[in-house]
């Protein structure tokens, strides 16, 4: 079992930065790869980022490429997602996710169902 507790959400301005931070539970955390997603009112889920359990492989939607950072610290049990020059069309409840399956190419790991430990959320809100 992998618990997951997200922080760090917040209000923000347009073009300002937010440190989004997933502290999970379990001894398993390290070999799983993790994922951000996030969520707005009357949309369906979207992939934001996702980390391989080493640390050395991301991907990123590509709304967010070169924008937000996600990166882990395994002897933490932590996952960040660093977010830069936010957008208005970023306000959204932010999910992290872990997902057991090894190996997923980058459509597995953007794929919200193959994830099978949620987060509760954290509200980020980007004003203009």
């Known amino acids: 079992q992998v618990q997951l507790v997200e922080s760090g959400g917040g209000l923000v301005q347009a073009g300002g930065s937010l440190r989004l931070s997933c502290a999970a539970s379990g001894r398993t955390f390290r070999s799983y790869a993790m994922g951000w997603f996030r969520q707005a009112p009357g949309k369906e889920r979207e992939f934001v980022a996702a980390i391989r359990w080493s640390g050395l492989t991301t991907y990123y939607a590509n709304s967010v490429k070169g924008r937000f950072t996600i990166s882990r610290n395994n002897a933490q049990n932590t996952v960040y997602l660093q977010m830069n020059s936010l957008k208005p069309e970023d306000t959204a409840v932010y999910y992290c996710?872990?997902?057991?399956?090894?190996?997923?190419?980058?459509?597995?790991?953007?794929?919200?169902?193959?994830?099978?430990?949620w987060g509760q959320g954290t509200q980020v809100t980007v004003s203009s």
């Open positions: 996710a872990a997902v057991t399956a090894p190996g997923l190419d980058i459509v597995g790991v953007s794929t919200y169902t193959n994830y099978d430990y």
